[in-house]
Nanobody, 124 residues
């Protein structure tokens, strides 16, 4: 099994920054693509960003392009999400996810492992 633990969430004012981290453990493969999703109250879980197992490809939701940056350190089994210029609509529980394939995916159904989430609240 693979365990994913998110950290770095918190309360931030509009325009501020946060960096989320996802620590992977267990039978983790560096070839797994990793993704970030978020779920706001009353809304479905939505795609935020993803990075390929090779770290050669990244993908972002239109709503976060230019503001968020995903990265990974395969040696440390961590994936990060740098979030800048935060907006109230970024408020959500952010989930780290992994899939057993190299390519990135924006579909939550394509992911095999999920963390418990970390709360990000952007005050307006």
């Amino acid at each position: 099994q693979v365990q994913l633990v998110e950290s770095g969430g918190g309360l931030v004012q509009v325009g501020g920054s946060l960096r989320l981290s996802c620590a992977a453990s267990g039978r983790t493969k560096s070839t797994y693509a990793m993704g970030w999703f978020r779920q706001a109250p009353g809304k479905d879980r939505e795609f935020v960003s993803a990075i390929s197992g090779s770290a050669g490809t990244t993908r972002y939701a239109d709503s976060v392009k230019g503001r968020f940056t995903i990265s990974r350190d395969s040696a440390k089994n961590t994936v990060n999400l740098q979030m800048n210029s935060l907006k109230p609509e970024d408020t959500a529980v952010y989930y780290c996810a992994a899939r057993r394939y190299l390519p990135v995916s924006g579909r939550k159904s394509d992911y095999d492992y999920w963390g418990q989430g970390t709360q990000v609240t952007v005050s307006s």
